[in-house]
T-cell receptor, first 114, second 115 residues
Framework: DVKVTQSSRYLVKRTGEKVFLECVQD?????MFWYRQDPGLGLRLIYF???????EKGDIPEGYSVSREKKERFSLILESASTNQTSMYLC?????????????FGEGSWLTVV | AQKITQTQPGMFVQEKEAVTLDCTYD???????LFWYKQPSSGEMIFLIY??????QNATEGRYSLNFQKARKSANLVISASQLGDSAMYFC????????????FGKGTKLTVNP
């Protein structure tokens, strides 16, 4: 089975802290994604990585950065956390290429910034 | 402009009845893929069904089928014989164009199945 593992399920951080959300996949997928999910807004793409050290901004990259040094790991970084970044964060991965390639999600990380 | 529109924030259905969840999309690219995902209250995203823009037939997976109307740019999910466990959020998503690997999601529809 494909496994996408997010390091933390629930986090509480203070305003101004640097926050790292880690994601690891075990299926050798080229593509990895970070989405943010908020009620009424659906899933919004923050950043996308199509291969190691390759990244592309999504729809809402402001306040976030990412790192992909190894194929299996994709990290989301909040340089200085703010209360409006309180949300659920979903990591996902998929194999590059075919249109029908399924995207697999982690269980989500609930981040609260106080 | 939104790429994926789900106009029903919430839907209710009686157990054992069928329900249709609406999804319309916006693209000028002839090549695209459409996906439906289910998200129970536990939070995990579960892949349900896929439809490619060149597929001649509507996709089906067990109790799930996709009513694909290309000219109308709609890809509605039909769930037959609803079960209590079908209560969840449902998201429609699109991958647009051969050059892009990204998936764009709609805002979701919350389905409640009543006993």
């Amino acid at each position: 089975d494909v496994k996408v593992t997010q390091s933390s399920r629930y986090l509480v951080k203070r305003t101004g802290e640097k926050v790292f959300l880690e994601c690891v996949q075990d299926m050798d997928h080229e593509n990895m994604f970070w989405y943010r999910q908020d009620p009424g807004l659906g899933l919004r793409l923050i950043y996308f990585s199509y291969d190691v050290k390759m990244k592309e901004k999504g729809d809402i990259p402001e306040g976030y950065s990412v790192s992909r040094e190894k194929k299996e790991r994709f990290s989301l970084i909040l340089e200085s956390a703010s209360t409006n970044q309180t949300s659920m964060y979903l990591c996902a991965s998929k194999k590059a290429g075919g249109f029908g390639n399924t995207i697999y999600f982690g269980e989500g990380s609930w981040l609260t910034v106080v | 402009a939104q790429k994926i529109t789900q106009t029903q924030p919430g839907m209710f259905v009686q157990e054992k009845e069928a329900v249709t969840l609406d999804c319309t999309y916006d693209t000028s690219d002839p090549s695209y893929g459409l996906f439906w995902y289910k998200q129970p209250s536990s939070g995990e995203m579960i892949f349900l069904i896929y439809q490619g823009s060149y597929d001649q037939q509507n996709a089906t997976e067990g109790r799930y089928s996709l009513n694909f109307q290309k000219a109308r740019k709609s890809a509605n999910l039909v769930i037959s014989a609803s079960q209590l466990g079908d209560s969840a959020m449902y998201f429609c998503a699109m991958r647009e164009g051969r050059q892009s690997e990204k998936l764009v999601f709609g805002k979701g529809t919350k389905l409640t199945v009543n006993p």
